[in-house]
């Protein structure tokens, strides 16, 4: 018989970071076998000497991890993980950023070849007070983080004994600042999490996405002009921009911060964004970004 396989859960809001922890944990010399399933495949990006060789949907990697997408149906696709011949050591599950992780880990409840390995959820240490006052999306931000078994700091240049303490008590488990660590393989999986957390029937807040594959092409100053004249209600966007000679961008906005890296090359752009019902709508986002 084969032994139950982990689930650990990567839980945060938008742009919180967990992309770049799933990218640093990917590259660690840990000697695990990791199966990643992602929401947004396009967003993780693998070091041409990590990478062993690329599917439409999966990245096979030189130190034995599989990288893939999540698909329509979560459960077909753990099922999938399940069947292979040979097992990996842990299956992590990057959640989206608006889902309630606590659902995801069900999943090691309803199967019985999963064992819960936990869930760990980032924090952007820069945003998280003004993003949990919200009154609209304040609670499901703090839900993120109360079903949490570890807590991960991130985007902070020093560390915030105030804002720790606050997510220590609220989740009650250990908060841990990633600007002060390197390895992240022990932290999320040598702890012994506490049992699946339960389901709480609240809905969050509903939202609007918005996604655009196309051969545009900008240079680095038209791409700054466009996104410093992107819809206020747009709070996240992000994706691939092809550039001149093709030479691209990597483009991540959350809320009023941007981020614009140059990659070696693009193939075509695909950009996704996303925004609260209410305040934004898929037409003006189309607007924005073809006008």
Not at 57 to 73: E, I, P, S
Not at 79 to 88: N, Q, S
Not at 238 to 261: M, T
Request: net charge negative.
């Amino acid at each position: 018989m084969k032994p139950r396989l982990p689930l650990a859960v990567v839980s945060g809001y938008l742009g919180a970071g967990k992309t770049t922890l799933i990218n640093r944990l990917l590259s660690e010399p840990h000697g695990l076998r990791l199966l990643v399933m992602v929401n947004d495949f396009g967003a993780i990006n693998i070091d041409a000497d990590l990478l062993a060789e690329a599917g439409d949907d999966t990245m096979t990697l030189t130190n034995g991890c599989v990288c893939c997408t999540m698909g329509a149906d979560l459960y077909m696709a753990i099922g999938d993980v399940l069947d292979r011949d040979t097992r990996p050591d842990y299956l992590v599950i990057e959640a989206s950023g608006i889902a309630d992780p606590a659902r995801i880990a069900q999943v090691a409840m309803a199967e019985p070849d999963l064992v819960y390995g936990g869930i760990a959820t980032v924090v952007d240490g820069q945003t998280y007070a003004s993003l949990v006052a919200d009154p609209l999306i304040g609670a499901q931000i703090e839900r993120q983080t109360s079903v949490a078994d570890l807590v991960l700091i991130s985007k902070l240049d020093h560390p915030d004994p105030a804002l720790t303490l606050r997510l220590g008590v609220q989740s009650r488990a250990a908060v841990v600042d990633l600007a002060e660590r390197n390895a992240l393989a022990p932290l999320l999986f040598g702890g012994a999490p506490r049992s699946i957390p339960m389901v709480k029937g609240q809905a969050h807040a509903p939202y609007v996405t918005w996604s655009s594959s196309s051969p545009i092409q900008l240079d680095h100053e038209a791409l700054l002009a466009k996104l410093n004249t992107r819809p206020a209600g747009l709070f996240r966007f992000k994706g691939f921009v092809a550039g001149p000679s093709g030479r691209g961008w990597e483009v991540h906005c959350v809320g009023p911060a941007v981020s614009v890296k140059p990659i070696s090359q693009a193939q075509g752009t695909k950009v996704v964004g996303i925004g609260l019902e209410g305040q934004i709508n898929p037409d003006q986002i189309e607007n924005w970004w073809l006008d």
